[in-house]
């Protein structure tokens, strides 16, 4: 949505305030984006049984939640709690292979 359009603010606090707002949600958009895709390649891998490129796909799925919780765009309880679903996950699928 335009923040021009339907702008029902009237101050120009308010206004800015609005334009704040969607540049701060543009940005979180692409995080969580290239969040939530790393983790479903990880469990795509995790489905296929592929051992080597599922570990180092849970690495960067790490990383990616560890920069979106450092950044504030989740909350760091919420970044772990997905990281141990995802080691849950990947150490189910692959404990009596390695």
């Known amino acids: ?3 021009g359009r339907w702008n029902l603010a009237h101050t120009k606090s308010a206004k800015k305030s609005i334009r ?3 540049e701060r949600r543009r940005r979180n958009r692409s ?3 290239a969040v939530k895709t790393s983790i479903i390649k990880v469990e795509e891998l ?3 049984k592929e051992l080597e490129p599922a570990r180092e796909a849970v690495k960067q799925a790490t990383i990616a939640l560890d ?3 450092q950044k504030g ?3 760091s ?3 772990a709690r997905r990281k141990s679903r995802l080691m849950k996950k990947f150490n189910a699928a692959f404990s009596s292979e390695s």
């Open 1 to 3: 949505m335009q923040a």
């Open 73 to 75: 765009i989740i909350h």
């Open 20 to 22: 704040i707002i969607g």
């Open 67 to 69: 920069r979106a919780a």
């Open 46 to 48: 995790i489905l296929d």
């Open 31 to 33: 995080i969580n984006s």
């Open 77 to 79: 309880n919420n970044a």
